[in-house]
Structure formats: structure tokens, C-alpha cells
């Protein structure tokens, strides 16, 4: 068992370095020299060579990157060029919203998907599962942000009952923050339970299909038992796998929420980034998620056995 | 005949959007205790009709009218919570396939303490105390251990007979048994067999038994309902309906069933063997656990000797995981050879050049096990078997491709057809086209008819004789049934883990087996055999053991040693 | 096909899409207004008969607008699906096949880029070539490349147990040809439904882009772009919010409908990715 978490996660080791050497060579691919487009071209040339040897711009590609990768492994993602502030503080900052609108709507939409996708299996091609998977296919189809903009537009500019942009962090008024939140989570939680609940009814679906299903109900067991005892924890396995993808379109969908709420979270500040054309932040940002998304899908992994003994530890 | 305990009466049954029945008005009825076969080939509905008496139909299927009498309660008139008493507590029922009928997710305990509780409503130590009982009954080694583990831990024999425990644990007057061993192999099923009747007998559980095996169904039951296409064809006493039948359907099918025909063909002439295999080894590597290290290789065959004469039959018998196909695959370059020579009419496999090699490997061809598998769903028939044709014209690939059509029994009209659109027996057809379309001096035919219902078995079985007697290639034909065998071989060697135990010709073979593996194997087939104008069942009778030294029931070790005749068998070494 | 459409979802799906395509074709022909011209006069102008969908903060008639940018999105989508969907099975079906070191090395890489939430590999790849609909092309493909190749990957294992590609190696057949003959054009009904998704996808995160700003540059229309421009006028003008997301949803809606149909059809037990 020892062995086998090493070995898990040991071999995080090559797919966190591919990652690595991607974002370091998306920022090399940038048009032209990079210190000009960093400074404008109305510096003088000796300022430019100056940056560049400073950023060791000068040396081979191989150099600079384990350079640069010397610096991330201690921690110094760099300095933001805009606001000159260290990169990986402030993003950490950051996160703390993100992480926020992130994990409640994935546990709302946990909470509300499974049974939902459970009961639509259950009932398949019948009269509620029209309507269930109706309404999903109707909810994944809505963008998010869109969803957020007449949020906006109801509750905010008609109804007035809720703040529509800005933020209050919760820990300076709880409840204030949370009204900040309702927003910005019912719209990516809408979307998320779609997707989730769709996964849900398929697997559950196939499960319900099997033989064991079958024995169960030969056994005289109720319908709920049937459902919860024997198909949940077998249907529930693929969907767990499931959550890594889950949080990294949660997590790409707050880029887009965060700028319709102007929130100040890590998607607002990649995508601030994006426009100042500031380098360190692009690349922290995309790096951070990225490592986030990794351990996820590691500690899914290592959860996985508990769901199918067939898995061994 | 006494109170019946189960009378079915004009159950019909059709799927949802169809008018035609795939039941077509089944009248049965079942004493207590009594034990009754329902057997009939694929689509017959014997398994529709199981499931319909405890009001399981799959999704799709419906009762069209019909009633269900148990106890003297209507079943289709219950409402689904009285029902649910009736499941269970007083019908039991266990499936074909022992690796999806147990649940993965939860222990045995749990699933086989589940109908316990909810129906008696025992105490957790009760309920471990029965289960373990019913275990042992069932012959589980350390049953209370077993209750805390999980399927997967149990092998498919060893699983089947928890599935079976846990139906009768309740003691149910009456289980149903879906197909319970026709996943099994030979020795296994038996043993399986033996421990349900018994257990049966001993709560007076009356048993409906559905198979598709008329020798299963002669040793088990004491009545049988022949069925096919959805109607019934025949019901009465296994003897004399179905040992002296009357009807032609099952006399069709007794006489379908494989049995040895004619003498022994003459002993290979001394001319220089066509295929010969010398210390032949195969090894699977072992999936890759990491980055770090790949464990050592799985050996699935330990040095096969063999050797194969032009126009003869050489039959590979054994169970699963024997490496009997690993053999036919590895001669064909489908698995990893570790070790040994092959060579084909006197040329070493190894020293050829790669074309040389390629062109000497169309020489030999393959029939594959599962005609739903070995056919391109994307292909029209033709190009399939004209597949290995190469620098022939379009006007001779046609002719070609229509002879080997007709030569198998099809007539032009399929060419254009896609596999789906074909019947399991037309598409073993086909695979057979494919291969004899090349010229091979060589087919190896891996379980080409278990998968096919037993007339079209017997169908195939004697084009595929009649074939060779035609173009006089070789086969190499791989099975697991010793019926089959029987029929089709000149010559068989029994496989055991990955070693050959004995080997010889047919009748010799046959009729004085004499490694302990093979006599086993033997014992253990539920068999019909002709006796005067009608059928005899039962097992075949073995001739007394041969005292041989160093004859263990061990497999490892050993060498080939020869009896009489070209008969061999592995004892320990001298 | 008959009965393809006779499915409910099927003939919903075509209908909502087909307004798109519709769209798409009057915005590439002609339409009401030129959908680039400002008009300082007649900004932030309600729906009235003279501009169906109101104008914007531009002055700009909204509803042609719309049809333009229902061709730029189709355009820009399509063009995304083609692209991943060429690189992806190249790349799974030679992994899948060849297996080994080949197959290890593709594995990790895939799952390097596939731990970048695809919206997010995305706007860094804008970021450093900048936003133009090339640059979207090949920022969307290839975030999307890793799951055309883990689908097509799948698939090739899975046949790979089949018997006829054995059958076709005893006929003397060598790999590549096995695999351009048998195992691709049977990958072929997995990749069907999973390019319809994928279309949605793409079209999904194309506004999305567009609305960051990192997407299609203005002054082309989008309506992800659209919408990010109703939000400065969300008190002002609320339909500049309403009419770009409503054609997104009903776009997205008829290609969801169609691809769930199309999955049905297909491949009953498919699972949803």
C-alpha cells in the first residue's frame, strides 16, 4: 500500500514537468522580443539589453528554463511587471476567492446532480426522466456567463435585492460576503449540475443494467436499497474520477464569472494579465491551476479504491 | 400429480413496440421439491420465461397475458411490496454469470446477510451463523473468512457457488437457476451441480433449471419443457420425452449433439510431419506497474512438443487457462514466443527472412472463436474474405471470393451483406471462407462452434470435415468440449496448465485414459449417448485406472511417457 | 435518417441548429444593416420596427450583428473541431496501436495538457501569439487535441482485442494498413458523437474568449464579444444582454439535442465524456 502511494505519486513527477516546460515555451512564443513588448518600443536599446541580461534572456533556451524552474521550486514565481508585486502572494491571494466560488458551487452541484441523475436512471425514458434530462441538456446549454448576466440583470438592476459586482471577503462580514457569493455561484452551479448529472444518469444507467441489480431486486429488496445500497456506490465510481475535470472547468469557468462580477479572483487577475501583457502572472496563473488540477486527480485516485475494492491499494 | 407449488398458465410475452410474442403461451406446472429443465437454443425464450415468474423482465419485455400461479397466489396479481415477500424468502434465484452477479462494491457477508435481515429479521450474530452454515454446505474453505472479503477475491466456480448459497440461505421453496454453469468449466460445473442438488434435497427446494445443455438437464431434472422460438415444444419425464423422444425438433437436436462418428482414420503415414513444434514456450509480459519496474513474465505454455502430419486432425483439449489457444496463437504470431523451434513442412520459422516468413504465414490460416468479434462490422462480405487476396486481378478476386462462398455453403446473395446481417452459424461460415481462400496447408480453428447453438454447431462441424476432405489441410482445432473433440480429432492432446498430460490417438485416448487430469476431466461431462432406438444419460464410464509409477495428480514436472501406440502421458520422471 | 429525425430531441436539435446555419448564411450574404458602421445617432437604441434587436453602445444594429457573427462563430468552431480532430486520432490511433514506449510518452503529455482547464490553455496561448480567429483556431484545437486522443485511444485498445484485426495479421497484413483499413473507419462512430460535442464545446468557449476580450478582436462582431459589451450597458440597455446569449443557448441547445440524438443512435451505450 506504502508502495503504491509512492509510486502514484512519483508519477505526478513527468506530467508536472511536461506542464513546466509548456508554460515556460507559450511565454517564448511571443512574437518579436519580449522585453520590447514588456516596455513599449519607446525604450532605448540600452535599456533593453539591460532587461535582457537581467531576465538571462540572453542565455539558451535549456538554461533559462531550468533557471526559471530553479526559481519556481523555491517559490519565486516572479514579479509581476505591472504592479510589481511578487507573483506567487498575490496569487495565492487570489485563489482564496476563487477557491471560494469554486468549492461551493461544486458541492451544490454535487448535492443537487447525483440524486438527480439517480432518480432520471431510474425512472429511464419515462415521463420524469423527459423532463430531468430536459432540463439538463437545457442547462448545459446556457454559457455561464450569460446566466450571470441576467442574474444581473433580475436580481441586481430590476429587483435590486442582491449586490451584483464587487466583493466582500467573508471574513470580514460574513454575511455581506455571502450575499456577494449567491450570484456568482448559482451561475456556475446551474451549468456544472448539468454536466454532472448527465455522467451520473449514464453510469447509473449501465449499472442498473447489470446482473448484481437484478439479484438484488430477485432477493426482495425495496427499490431504495436497490438504488442506494447496490447501484450508488458502483455508479458513483466513474463520476468520481470525474471531479478532477469537474474543478478544471469550474475553474475556467470562474476566469469568465470573476470578470462578469468583478471579483478579485485568480481569473480576473490571469485575464488582467492577459491584457498588460504581463508574463510572470500568465505564467504563475496557468502553472498554479494546472499543479491544483494534478493533485486533484491524485487524491481522486487515491480515493478511488475506497469506492472499488476491485482497485487495489 | 400433488398440490402443484408453481403453475404457470398461457404466459406470453412480447417487447414493448412489436406485436410478435417471444413467448408464445407457456403452460408449466411444478411440484414441490420437483426438479425441471427448461431447455431450448438462443432465442428459444427459456430465459424470459425465468424471469418473468418473479416479475423481472428487462427493460422492453412485457407480459402480454398469462398467469403465474405460486402457492396458489397469482404473482402478476401482487402488488410490488407483497411481491417483494415473495422474492427471495420464498423463490430464490441465481444467474449465468458469476462475474456480474455479485455486486462488486460490497462484501459476501453483506450481500449474503441482506436477504436474512430484510425477510427474518435476524440478529447480526445469527445472521453470520447461517451464513457461514450455508457456506459450508457449499464447500467453501474458511467461510467465516470469506464473508468479509469481496467478489473479486473468488474465482468464477468458487462464486457461483456463493450466488447459489445465498439464494438458499433463505430456504425458498422453489430456485430458479439461469444457465448457473455455462460459464464454468467441465469440472467446476460438476462440482457445482452435485452441491446445489444436494442442497436442494436437503430443504426440499424445488428446482427450475434453465440451460441449453441437454446432458446438464438429463442429469439434474426429473422433468424437462423443450422449448423453441417462444412455443412449447415438448414437456414431460426426461425419460422418456427426452431420452426416447417422439417429436422431431428434439430428436433433431439429440442427434445434433457431438458424438464419435465412424473408425479411426488410419495412423499418420511416417512421411515428414507438415507442422512441427519442438520445446515450444510462451510468456506474457506482465503489464508495467509504474515507471520503475515490470515484474517477470507470466509463462503460459512450458515447452510444448507436437507434431502434425498433412490432412490430419489434431485436437487441443483443456480447460481455461490450459494455454490451449495461447498454442494456436503463438503459431500464427499472435503471442510472444520465449522460447522453441516451430517449423512448417521441414523449414525453421526462426531462420526466415521477414517476407519469407510473411508468405509462409499465409500457409497457415486461423478460425477464430467468436463470429461476432472476427469480422469487420464496417466490411461487406466479399471484401472480407477476398481480405487476403493480394496482386490478383478484380475478375479473379470475384471468382475467387464467389467459389470460397460457395464452397462454404453461401450463395451469391451474401457477398453484398454486412456481418450484422448474418446469423451466428452464416457468420462462422464466412470466417471459414476467409481462411480457406488463401490455399493454407494449415487451419487453426479455436473454438470454432462454442459459441453456436448445438444443430448449427453440428452443422459447421461437418462442413468444416467435410471441407478438409476436399482441399486436405491440416487442422489444428482448439476446444474445451469433449464431444466436439471427439467428433472432429484424429489425434488429442489433453493441455493442463500450460503442459500437455497425455496425449494420443482418438479411440485410444478416448476409451483408456489414463492421467488422472484426464479422467477427470472425463468423469466429469454430463453425457447422452445413443442406446438402441433411443438415448442412455449419464457419465462415461472409465476403464479401471492403469497402475503406472510417478502418475500424480501434480502437473509439474514429469516427462511424456509413451504407453502404446503413439499414447502418452506425463509421469514423474524415471 | 427517416428515423433518426423521427426522435424527438433529433428533430428539435436540427431545428434550433438550423436557425444558426440560417443565420450564418444571411450574415454572410447580406444583412440589414452594415453590422461595422457606427451610428452616433441612433446609440443605445430599444427594439423598434426600424432596428429589430435595438443597436448598441455604437449605434451598431444588433441583429446583424447577430447573423454575422452566427458565421464567424460557425466558422471559427468548425475550423476547431476539424483541427483536433486530425491531430487527435493521428496521434491516439498511432499510440493506441503501436503501444509501448510510443504509447507512455503520448500518455503523459496528453495528460501534462490536459491538466490546463482547456478555457484556461486557451487564453494563454492568445495571450502569446494575441487574438485573431487563427489565433482561436489553434488555441481551441489544440486544447481540445488531448480528448479526441483519449477517445481514439480507447477505441484502438479496445479493437485491438477484436478478433478480425487479428484475422487481418494472419492474412500477412502489415500495421499501418490494418490500421488505416480496420481501425480507423471503426473509430469513426465514437469520433461522430464526440465531434458533435466538441463543436458545442468549441463554440461554447469561442464566446467565452470573445467575451475575456482575448478571442475574435473587435471590431468583428462575436457574441461572446457582444455580450461583454452589454455589460457596460446593463442598466442602460439590458437587450444588448438578452439577444447574444439567447443565440448562443439556442445554438448550443440544438447542437446538444442533435449530438445526445446522434449518441443514441449510434451507440446506445456510449457514455456521455
Redesign the interface.
Known amino acids: 500500500m506504502g508502495a503504491y502511494l509512492l ?2 505519486c ?2 505526478t513527477l ?1 506530467t508536472l514537468l511536461i506542464v513546466a516546460v509548456i508554460v515556460f515555451l507559450l511565454m517564448r512564443l511571443v512574437p518579436g522580443d519580449p522585453v520590447s513588448v514588456m516596455v513599449g518600443d519607446m525604450a532605448d536599446p540600452a535599456t533593453i539589453a539591460a532587461i535582457t541580461r537581467n531576465l538571462g534572456l540572453d542565455q539558451p533556451l535549456p538554461v533559462q528554463f531550468l533557471h526559471w524552474l530553479g526559481n519556481i521550486l523555491t517559490g519565486d514565481f516572479g514579479t509581476s511587471i505591472t504592479t510589481g508585486e511578487a507573483v506567487l502572494p498575490a496569487m495565492l491571494h487570489r485563489l482564496g476567492v476563487t477557491a471560494q466560488i469554486v468549492l461551493i458551487s461544486m458541492t451544490l452541484a454535487m448535492l443537487i446532480a447525483v440524486p438527480a441523475g439517480m432518480l432520471a436512471a431510474w425512472r ?2 419515462k415521463g420524469t426522466d423527459m423532463v430531468i434530462t430536459g432540463l439538463l441538456v437545457l442547462f448545459i446549454s446556457v454559457p455561464s456567463f450569460w446566466v450571470g448576466l441576467l442574474l444581473i440583470l433580475l436580481f441586481g438592476v430590476e429587483l435590486g435585492w442582491l449586490p451584483t459586482v464587487g466583493y466582500v471577503a467573508i471574513t470580514d462580514d460574513p454575511l455581506r460576503g455571502l450575499l456577494y457569493l449567491i450570484l456568482p455561484c448559482a451561475s456556475l452551479v446551474l451549468v456544472e449540475m448539468g454536466v454532472v448529472a448527465r455522467m451520473m444518469r449514464s453510469g447509473m444507467i449501465d449499472v442498473l443494467r ?3 441489480i ?9 427499490e431504495g ?1 436497490v438504488l442506494w ?2 447501484a450508488f ?2 455508479a458513483f ?1 466513474p463520476t468520481l474520477t470525474f471531479i478532477g475535470l469537474l474543478l478544471g472547468s469550474l475553474l475556467g469557468g470562474a476566469v469568465v464569472i470573476e470578470t462578469v462580477f468583478t471579483l478579485p479572483g485568480l481569473g480576473r487577475f490571469l485575464v488582467d494579465a492577459i491584457e498588460a501583457r504581463d508574463y510572470p502572472v500568465i505564467q504563475g496563473c496557468l502553472l498554479l491551476v494546472a499543479m491544483i488540477r494534478i493533485l486533484v486527480n491524485l487524491a481522486v485516485d487515491l480515493a478511488y479504491p475506497l ?4 482497485v487495489q491499494l | 400429480m400433488t398440490r402443484s407449488l408453481l403453475s404457470i398458465e398461457d404466459l406470453r410475452i412480447g417487447f414493448a413496440g412489436s406485436e410478435r410474442l417471444a413467448v408464445k403461451g407457456i403452460d408449466l406446472a411444478m411440484a414441490p421439491g420437483e426438479r425441471l429443465g427448461v431447455v431450448g437454443e438462443s432465442g428459444s425464450g427459456k430465459t424470459l420465461l425465468a ?1 418473468a415468474i ?1 416479475g ?1 423482465l428487462p ?1 422492453g419485455a412485457q407480459r402480454r397475458a398469462g398467469r403465474i400461479l405460486f402457492d396458489g397466489q397469482d404473482l402478476t396479481d401482487l402488488s410490488p ?1 407483497t411481491l ?6 420464498r ?3 441465481v ?3 458469476p462475474m ?7 462484501t459476501i457477508g453483506r450481500q449474503l446477510g ?2 436474512l435481515i ?2 427474518e429479521g435476524l440478529s447480526a450474530a445469527e445472521v453470520r451463523r447461517r451464513s457461514v452454515e450455508m457456506l459450508d454446505a457449499f464447500r467453501m474453505v474458511d467461510a467465516a473468512n470469506c464473508l468479509d472479503k ?1 467478489p ?1 477475491e473468488f474465482s468464477g466456480g468458487m462464486r457461483q457457488r456463493i ?1 447459489i448459497a ?2 438458499l440461505l433463505l430456504r425458498p421453496a422453489l430456485l430458479i437457476a439461469d444457465e448457473p454453469t455455462t460459464a464454468l468449466d467441465v469440472i467446476v460445473q460438476k462440482q457445482v451441480l452435485d452441491l446445489t442438488l444436494a442442497a436442494c434435497r436437503d430443504l426440499g427446494t424445488a428446482l427450475l433449471l434453465i440451460t441449453h445443455d441437454l446432458g446438464v438437464v438429463a442429469d439434474c431434472c426429473e422433468r424437462v419443457l423443450v422449448m423453441r422460438h417462444g412455443d412449447p415444444v415438448t414437456q414431460g419425464p426426461v425419460d422418456p420425452v427426452l431420452l426416447r423422444p417422439s417429436d422431431p425438433y428434439t430428436r433433431q437436436l439429440l442427434h445434433s449433439l457431438p458424438r464419435r462418428q465412424g473408425v479411426e482414420t488410419a495412423p499418420a503415414a511416417p512421411a515428414p510431419p507438415l507442422l512441427s513444434i519442438k520445446d515450444l514456450r510462451v510468456a506474457y509480459p506482465a503489464r508495467r ?4 519496474r515490470r515484474p517477470p513474465a507470466r509463462p503460459v505454455l512450458h515447452g510444448i512438443d507436437l507434431s502434425l502430419a498433412r490432412g490430419e486432425t489434431l485436437a487441443l483439449v483443456g480447460e481455461s487457462g490450459s494455454g490451449k489457444t495461447t498454442l494456436g ?1 503463438a503459431l ?3 503471442a510472444p514466443v520465449a522460447g522453441g523451434r516451430v517449423s512448417l513442412d521441414g523449414q525453421d520459422i526462426a531462420t526466415l527472412s521477414a517476407p519469407e516468413r ?2 509462409l ?2 500457409r ?3 478460425v ?3 463470429p461476432f ?6 466490411w461487406r462480405i466479399a471484401r472480407i474474405v477476398g ?2 487476396l ?1 496482386g490478383v486481378t478484380a475478375a479473379e478476386r470475384a471468382t475467387r471470393v464467389a467459389a470460397a462462398l460457395s464452397d462454404v455453403g453461401l450463395g451469391d446473395g451474401f457477398a453484398d451483406r454486412f456481418p450484422h446481417e448474418l446469423s451466428g452459424g452464416q457468420r462462422q461460415r464466412v ?1 471459414i471462407a ?1 481462411a480457406i481462400i ?1 490455399k493454407p496447408d494449415l487451419i487453426v480453428a479455436d473454438e470454432p462452434v462454442s459459441a453456436l447453438d448445438v444443430t448449427v454447431q453440428a452443422q459447421i462441424l461437418s462442413l468444416l470435415k467435410d471441407l478438409q476432405r476436399r482441399h486436405g489441410f491440416s487442422y489444428l482445432f482448439i476446444s474445451h468440449h469433449l464431444g466436439v473433440v471427439e467428433q472432429v480429432a484424429d489425434r488429442v492432446m489433453v493441455l493442463y496448465r500450460g503442459h500437455v498430460v497425455e496425449e494420443g490417438a482418438r479411440d485410444d485416448l478416448f476409451d483408456r485414459p489414463t492421467h488422472p487430469y484426464t479422467r477427470r476431466l472425463m468423469a466429469a461431462v454430463p453425457e447422452i449417448l445413443p442406446d438402441g432406438d433411443g438415448f442412455r444419460a449419464g457419465h462415461r464410464p472409465l476403464p479401471a485406472p492403469v497402475p503406472l509409477p510417478g502418475l500424480t495428480p501434480v502437473e509439474q514436472g514429469g516427462v511424456l511417457t509413451l504407453l502404446q501406440g503413439g499414447h502418452r502421458v506425463r509421469c514423474a520422471a524415471p | 435518417m427517416t428515423r433518426f429525425l423521427s426522435r424527438p430531441n433529433a428533430a428539435l436539435g436540427l431545428i434550433f441548429f438550423s436557425f444558426m446555419l440560417l443565420a450564418a448564411a444571411w450574415g454572410l450574404l447580406a444583412t440589414p444593416y452594415d453590422p461595422l458602421r457606427p451610428d452616433v445617432w441612433a446609440r443605445l437604441q430599444a427594439p423598434s420596427a426600424l432596428h429589430w434587436l435595438g443597436t448598441d453602445g455604437f449605434g451598431r444594429d444588433v441583429f446583424s450583428r447577430l447573423l454575422v457573427a452566427a458565421w464567424v462563430s460557425a466558422g471559427v468552431s468548425m475550423a476547431t473541431v476539424a483541427l483536433s480532430v486530425t491531430l487527435g486520432t493521428a496521434i491516439g490511433a498511432v499510440a493506441g496501436y503501436l503501444g509501448g514506449r510510443v504509447d507512455d510518452g503520448v500518455t503523459v503529455l496528453m495528460d501534462a495538457l490536459m491538466s490546463f482547464p482547456a478555457i484556461l490553455l486557451a487564453l494563454g496561448i492568445l495571450a502569446a501569439i494575441g487574438p485573431s480567429p487563427g489565433g482561436v483556431v489553434l488555441a481551441l484545437g489544440l486544447a481540445y487535441t488531448p480528448s479526441v486522443v483519449r477517445v481514439v485511444r480507447g477505441s484502438v485498445l479496445s479493437l485491438k482485442e ?3 484485426i ?8 502489415g500495421p499501418l494498413r490494418t490500421l488505416l483499413t ?1 481501425v480507423i ?2 473509430c469513426l462512430t465514437p469520433l461522430t458523437v464526440l465531434a458533435t460535442a466538441m463543436f458545442g464545446n468549441a463554440l461554447l468557449s469561442e464566446s467565452a474568449l470573445s467575451f475575456l476580450g482575448a478571442g475574435v478582436p473587435p471590431p468583428a462582431p462575436t457574441w461572446g464579444g457582444m455580450l461583454a459589451e452589454g455589460r457596460q450597458h446593463v442598466q442602460a440597455a439590458p437587450w444588448l444582454c438578452i439577444f447574444p446569449g439567447l443565440a448562443i443557448s439556442m445554438a448550443l441547445l440544438g447542437i446538444n439535442l442533435l449530438g445526445d440524438a446522434l449518441r443514441d443512435l449510434l451507440d446506445p451505450r456510449m457514455n456521455k465524456l
Open positions: 509510486r502514484r512519483l508519477m513527468p429511464q425514458n447489470l446482473d448484481y437484478t439479484h438484488a431486486r430477485a432477493k426482495g429488496l425495496a436499497p445500497r447496490h456506490p458502483n465510481a469506492l472499488d475494492p476491485r | 424471469r418473479l423481472l427493460p411490496a417483494r415477500h415473495v422474492r427471495g424468502r423463490i430464490g434465484m444467474f449465468q454469470e456480474v452477479s455479485l455486486n462488486p462494491a460490497l441482506e436477504g430484510l425477510h469481496y473479486h450466488m445465498s439464494a506497474r509504474g515507471l520503475f496463437r500464427l504470431g499472435l510473411r508468405a504465414a499465409r497457415v490460416q486461423m477464430f472463436q467468436d468479434s472476427s469480422l469487420d462490422p464496417r481480405e487476403g493480394t470466417a476467409r488463401m | 477484436r478478433e478480425f487479428d484475422a487481418a495479421r494472419v492474412l500477412g497484413h480496420h473507419p471503426n
